[in-house]
């Protein structure tokens, strides 16, 4: 027997440490090659780690909410020799699997012996609904849906025990407000105690009750020097028009059948996007300012922009001006539904050459949105309203929208 000890790999895009968000396994469990073992926050995304080495979980380095450098340890690990042998022809062999997202075949290898995982029993207390002391219905042994390390680390700052919430978020996820909610509920004490306390002298407040300091996550942390980055080296220029939006929503319901509801609006828009980048190809790529070169790209790989748990990231649609409109809905739904559970890897983030913002679900009409760096140039697009407009020199009800667009003056004098 032997232990190793694995250390966070490097993670790609020059990150140089993540936030471990949550262990997959605990000491005592036996493991197999690849198999994940624990969930971090790089500055990108959301990411499991597999373990490339199989045997029984020694000591894991570090708590949930704790920042790793890359390098430094992760997790030792007790191995036999036979698996060390076998680990280190993988490795000659060139096996990726101490590589995030890849790993080995699945299929056990000539002559490996495989340990099976030590079966554990976990006792959950019985949830309740903030403030209320009603169960809340779980399935047995189902870890808390939290998706957010921030309303993770809310969670544990407050004392809130997140298995004993009622998520009120898409598909029962727990959001900042349920814990909020159960911090505000917790502080307030019960009728009677308010009745038989005396009443308190006033006394100045201090500085810790009068402000709450919130520590900002890997993720926020990146975007934030993006968009201080953004502001700071791009000499930005923004336009605004309003448009009739009448036939695109139009052509939308026009698409839509009993049994199909069609291409979204963002399709659409996506696919008038694309058309401009080809005509316009200036402002789809980025600005070497080392050089003072426009670099223009030859395929557009169009971010969205999403809103999720873990704050606005951008997805990107790769290779956007190959696809029809019923492929853009499909591929923007996918994009869409990876930010939001905080799945996207951090090539998908760094890949876009154009972005498309729109902040009209937000009810929103306009906005100077602010280049995702190192692009160029952004389109926002606001909410459609009716509005009156002047149409053959007659006024008439139109769906109304205002587009902004952001770009780089340096590529363009507008």
Do not use: C
């Amino acid at each position: 027997m032997s232990h190793r000890t694995f250390t966070l790999p490097d993670l790609g895009e020059g990150l140089t440490e993540a936030e471990i968000v949550r262990w997959l396994v605990a000491e005592g469990d036996e493991i197999q090659i690849d198999q994940p073992v624990v969930e971090v926050e790089t500055a990108k995304s959301v990411v499991e780690i597999p373990s490339p080495f199989a045997g029984r979980v020694v000591t894991l380095h570090g708590k949930q909410g704790e920042t790793v450098d890359v390098g430094a340890p992760l997790i030792s690990v007790e191995t036999d020799t036979e698996e060390m042998a076998q680990y280190r022809e993988e490795e000659r062999a060139g096996s990726g699997n101490v590589l995030v997202g890849y790993g080995t075949d699945p299929t056990p290898a000539a002559g490996r012996r495989r340990r099976p995982r030590r079966a554990t029993t976990t006792r959950t207390p019985t949830p309740t609904t903030p403030g209320s002391g009603t169960p809340a219905p779980t399935t047995p042994g189902r870890a808390p849906l939290v998706v957010s390390p921030l309303v993770r680390r809310l969670a544990r700052e407050h004392g809130v025990d997140v298995r004993r919430l009622r998520g009120t978020g898409a598909g029962g996820m727990i959001t900042r407000e349920d814990v909020e909610q159960a911090v505000a509920a917790a502080a307030q004490p019960s009728a009677a105690a308010k009745a038989a306390a005396p009443p308190a002298a006033a006394a100045p407040l201090s500085t810790q009750e009068t402000e709450r300091r919130i520590p900002l996550s890997a993720a926020g942390r990146a975007a934030a020097a993006n968009l201080a980055r953004s502001r700071a080296e791009i000499p930005e220029a923004t336009v605004w028009v309003d448009v009739d939006a009448t036939a695109l929503v139009e052509l939308r319901e026009s698409a839509r059948t009993p049994d199909d509801p069609g291409p979204g609006l963002m399709a659409y828009l996506a696919a008038f996007v694309v058309a401009a980048l080809r005509d316009f190809p200036v402002f789809n790529g980025r600005f070497d300012a080392e050089r003072n070169e426009i670099v223009s790209s030859t395929q557009i790989n169009l971010g969205i922009a999403v809103q999720g748990e873990r704050g606005l990231v951008v997805p990107t649609i790769m290779d956007a001006g190959a696809m029809s409109v019923a492929e853009l809905d499909r591929a923007i739904d996918e994009a869409t539904a990876r930010a939001r559970s905080g799945r996207v890897s951090p090539a998908e983030l760094a890949a876009g050459t154009f972005t498309l913002n729109n902040y009209g679900h937000l009810g929103v009409d306009g906005s100077a949105a602010i280049i995702n760096y190192p692009q160029v140039a952004i389109l926002g697009v606001g909410r459609i309203m009716d509005r009156p407009w002047v149409v053959h020199g007659q006024i008439q009800p139109r769906k109304i929208t205002q587009l902004a667009f952001v770009f780089d003056h340096r590529v363009s004098d507008g």
